[in-house]
């Protein structure tokens, strides 16, 4: 079997599955031409893109901005969704007028040139898989800031991520706020952490997961008869 995360590696295992892979479902494709590591250049610009529900947890950007020390530190937010007009509201409230923009939605042919505006993903999720923005932003030379959980525990390296332990809300703001900070002040460890998400996206096409899958499959084949869990 395979899961996604370290979680839902355990469930099943505790379920009665005898074996579970790790892998991730998602790939990247490149595209056309080459795309240059991020550059620090006036402040930091963060990225946030998804729908606006709950469980994606933009309440806890928009305090993690509010609460950095360097006011430089912005953010973008691409999405809509159903809580769109109390994170709006959210973000009023905090004095975030100037450093947070709500853009609404970002068509697909519109996010490239979006990823390219912005230095970093911040990434935070409550309960997801692992997040094809993810993939998507790393492709763009964007590292992300994120919860430790999920997917990207399991497959982000380091040198491409700060992780965020997951906490109570106020831990995880400061936790937030924290690694928005330390960037926003080491533009030589953002190129670092850049060209880190290119190669990390670089190792994640749909041939190379194609390999892993055959690879797999031949093991199982080869190997004696498991039992099948219903």
């Known amino acids: 079997m395979f899961a996604t ?33 991020k550059t620090k250049g006036d402040g930091l610009t963060l990225l946030w893109a998804g729908r606006i529900v709950t469980q994606k947890g933009l309440p806890i950007a928009l305090r993690a901005v509010a609460a950095c020390s360097k006011k430089e530190v912005r953010m973008v937010v691409a999405g809509t969704g159903e809580t769109e007009d109390a994170m709006k509201g ?6 975030l007028e100037d450093r947070v923009t709500f853009l609404g939605r970002v068509s697909p042919e519109a996010m490239a040139a979006l990823f390219d ?20 932003a790393a492709g763009r030379g964007l590292p992300v800031i994120g919860l430790n959980h999920q997917g990207l525990r399991a497959f982000v390296p380091d040198a491409a991520s700060v992780k ?25 460890r953002l190129r670092s952490m850049s060209e880190a998400a290119l190669q990390f996206a ?6 190379r997961r194609a390999v892993s899958m055959l690879h797999f ?13 219903t």
Request: aromatic share 6%.
């Open 5 to 37: 995360n370290h979680e839902t590696r355990s469930l099943l295992l505790r379920a009665g599955a005898e074996r579970v892979e790790l892998f991730l479902d998602g790939a990247f494709t490149p595209k056309d031409g080459q795309i240059a590591p």
């Open 90 to 95: 959210l973000a009023r409230s905090l004095g």
């Open 117 to 136: 505006r912005c230095d970093a993903l911040i990434f935070t999720s409550l309960r997801e898989a692992f997040g094809t923005v993810i993939l998507e």
């Open 164 to 188: 965020v332990e997951p906490g109570s809300l106020p831990q995880m703001v400061r936790g937030f706020a924290d690694a928005c900070d330390c960037l926003a002040a080491d533009p030589q």
């Open 202 to 207: 670089s190792e994640q096409t749909a041939e």
């Open 217 to 229: 499959y031949e093991e199982l084949l080869s190997g004696p008869a498991g039992r099948v869990l």
